[in-house]
């Protein structure tokens, strides 16, 4: 059974930090691209952050600001995210994409809620 657990969500203040971990299992973490979508209320789901051997990649609005990691050895990744804005509030998801041959598979956790407010 594939899982992927997020945490570290939260309420924070402007500019404070936060840093979400994805636990994953059931697949091979190490040859998966691993990835950190979100989604605001009303709003589409958007691709926040992703990182394979090459490394990482952002989106334009959290680029900067928040970083993705992983630990292979612990089957986890990260998003650290700093300088939190009002405008990051959502739900965090994590993704994991792996390929089995020439298939991709995606899988996805439940969501991590992260509300920036004052």
């Known amino acids: 059974q594939v899982h992927l657990v997020e945490s570290g969500g939260g309420l924070v203040q402007p500019g404070g930090s936060l840093r979400l971990s994805c636990a994953a299992s059931?697949?091979?973490?190490?040859?998966?691209?691993m990835k950190w979508y979100r989604q605001a209320p009303g709003k589409e789901r958007e691709l926040v952050a992703s990182i394979s051997s090459a490394g990482g990649s952002y989106a334009d609005s959290v680029k900067g600001r928040f970083t993705i990691s992983r630990d292979n050895a612990k089957n986890t990744a990260y998003l650290q995210m700093n300088n939190l804005k009002p405008e990051d509030t959502a739900v965090y998801y994590c993704n994991a994409e792996t390929k089995y041959g020439l298939l991709l598979k995606n899988y996805w956790g439940q969501g991590t809620q992260v509300t920036v407010s004052s």
């Open positions: 059931g697949f091979t973490f190490s040859r998966s691209a």
